[in-house]
């Protein structure tokens, strides 16, 4: 449970979205061996091309985005948390992958576990370590 979030949402939105955020703390503890078997995915990839005809996929990116956030939704079902992360060594991951990056893109490296106090963070993210605010919908949908 999620103490004093500031997501409010301007019409009736589902709290597994209003729930998930992404901290920076997270505790040492291990994760239990079954929520491990379901939390597999730890880089984000996509393959460029469709398997069979070896055409590009246009959407590749788009799947790896929803594939993205069902991790992260059904980790705040287990009561675990995420955070998404573009900065990492993309060479290395793939060497650790064992894939040609050159056909299968790696989008995110994602952080699963359970949460951490923020004393341990550093100064500068103590502060930011709850949910972050949202764009009122008005900012962003145009209605044609
Ligand atoms: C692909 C991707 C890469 C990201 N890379 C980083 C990163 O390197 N470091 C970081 O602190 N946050 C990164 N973020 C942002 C956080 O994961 C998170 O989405 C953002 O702080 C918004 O917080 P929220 O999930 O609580 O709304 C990334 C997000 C995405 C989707």
Aim: cysteine-free.
């Amino acid at each position: 449970m999620i103490m004093n979030n500031p997501r409010t949402t301007e019409h009736p939105v589902d709290s597994m979205f209003t729930d998930r955020w992404s901290p920076r703390s997270f505790l040492q503890d291990p994760i239990p061996p079954e929520q491990i078997a379901i939390l597999l995915l730890i880089y984000v990839t996509s393959t460029l091309r469709f398997r069979r005809s070896g055409e590009i996929n246009r959407w590749h990116g788009f799947d790896a985005g929803a594939a993205w956030m069902s991790l992260a939704l059904q980790a705040r079902r287990l009561g675990l948390y995420s955070h998404a992360m573009g900065g990492f060594d993309r060479r290395k991951a793939a060497e650790l992958l064992n894939i040609d990056d050159r056909e299968i893109q790696i989008h995110a490296a994602v952080a699963v576990g359970r949460r951490g106090d923020a004393g341990q963070l550093p100064e500068a993210l103590q502060s930011r370590e709850q949910p972050n605010t949202r764009m009122p919908v008005s900012d962003f949908i145009v209605l044609i």
